[in-house]
């Protein structure tokens, strides 16, 4: 399941594991906004297979810990691996046959799916809950924001710092730094060039910008000259 190949979902192992993980979230989803932090943070941690933290953890250090509004959903929970800082807002779907990483201080609008299982195309082999199906890795990269109602395919990549626009979906791998946005998600503008520096087209846009505000100081410079 884990290295990508086709296997059968609707063993009684699986399907008694994905009904403890229901049993989870269900309680996270019901309880969370009225649960103390520590509480909170730990009752995450089961869902995900991570140990609980001690009745003596720091506020700072449960504050860094990632935040979910409820309602979520996850099929396994504990192949789902977010880094400190992350922030998902409501309704969004984990479907983690394989693993879901998701970078430090990311942004997850609501209504995001990450869907990291899927199905043959030819229906023969697909054969309903017979069938086989597949698993591959969605990874996220650090600082990137993921707008509302976005779908993940398997297997794709969202490099540093892009922004995924609302509504997109995204059927391959996004370059660091970059704007995507459509069915499928295309280009549509670059935060940074290939070297890692602010593109040309963005930093002629800042340079518009603080020249404006030279002329605006220059004016107001002068009239007041022109008062005294």
Same mark, same amino acid.
């Given at each position: 399941?884990?290295?990508?190949?086709?296997?059968?979902?609707?063993?009684?192992?699986?399907?008694?594991?994905r009904a403890e993980c229901?049993?989870?979230?269900?309680?996270?989803?019901?309880?969370?906004?009225?649960?103390?932090?520590?509480?909170?943070?730990?009752?995450?941690?089961?869902?995900?297979?991570?140990?609980?933290?001690?009745?003596?953890?720091?506020?700072?250090?449960?504050?860094?810990?990632?935040?979910?509004?409820?309602?979520?959903?996850?099929?396994?929970?504990?192949?789902?691996?977010?880094?400190?800082?992350?922030?998902?807002?409501? @309704?969004?779907?984990?479907?983690?046959?394989?693993? +879901?990483?998701? &970078? *430090?201080?990311?942004?997850? %609008?609501?209504? $995001?799916?990450?869907?990291?299982?899927?199905?043959?195309?030819?229906?023969?082999?697909?054969?309903?809950?017979?069938?086989?199906?597949?698993?591959?890795?969605?990874?996220?990269?650090?600082?990137?924001?993921?707008?509302? @109602?976005?779908?993940?395919?398997?297997?794709?990549? +969202?490099?540093? &710092? *892009?922004?995924?626009?609302? %509504?997109?979906? $995204?059927?391959?791998?996004?370059?660091?730094?970059?704007?995507?946005?459509?069915?499928?998600?295309?280009?549509?503008?670059?935060?940074?060039g290939d070297n890692g520096?602010?593109?040309?087209?963005?930093?002629?846009?800042?340079?518009?910008?603080?020249?404006?505000?030279?002329?605006?100081?220059?004016?107001?410079?002068?009239?007041?000259?022109?008062?005294?």
């Amino acid at each position: 399941m884990l290295r990508g190949e086709l296997y059968t979902a609707f063993t009684p192992t699986l399907i008694k594991v994905r009904a403890e993980c229901s049993q989870l979230f269900h309680a996270y989803n019901n309880t969370a906004t009225s649960l103390p932090l520590l509480d909170r943070v730990n009752l995450l941690n089961s869902i995900f297979g991570l140990p609980p933290l001690p009745s003596s953890t720091p506020d700072a250090e449960l504050q860094l810990r990632p935040i979910i509004e409820p309602p979520f959903h996850c099929d396994f929970g504990f192949h789902v691996k977010l880094e400190e800082g992350v922030k998902v807002a409501q @309704n969004c779907t984990f479907i983690d046959t394989t693993y +879901i990483r998701v &970078g *430090a201080r990311t942004f997850v %609008g609501p209504n $995001v799916s990450f869907f990291s299982g899927g199905h043959p195309l030819e229906g023969a082999l697909r054969n309903g809950t017979k069938g086989p199906e597949f698993g591959k890795d969605i990874v996220v990269g650090e600082d990137c924001y993921i707008g509302g @109602n976005v779908i993940l395919l398997p297997g794709v990549t +969202i490099g540093r &710092g *892009a922004v995924v626009s609302a %509504g997109a979906v $995204v059927t391959k791998d996004v370059e660091e730094y970059a704007v995507v946005a459509g069915n499928p998600a295309r280009v549509v503008r670059r935060l940074r060039g290939d070297n890692g520096e602010e593109g040309e087209s963005e930093l002629r846009r800042k340079l518009e910008i603080v020249e404006r505000d030279v002329r605006d100081v220059r004016k107001e410079l002068e009239r007041l000259l022109k008062e005294e």
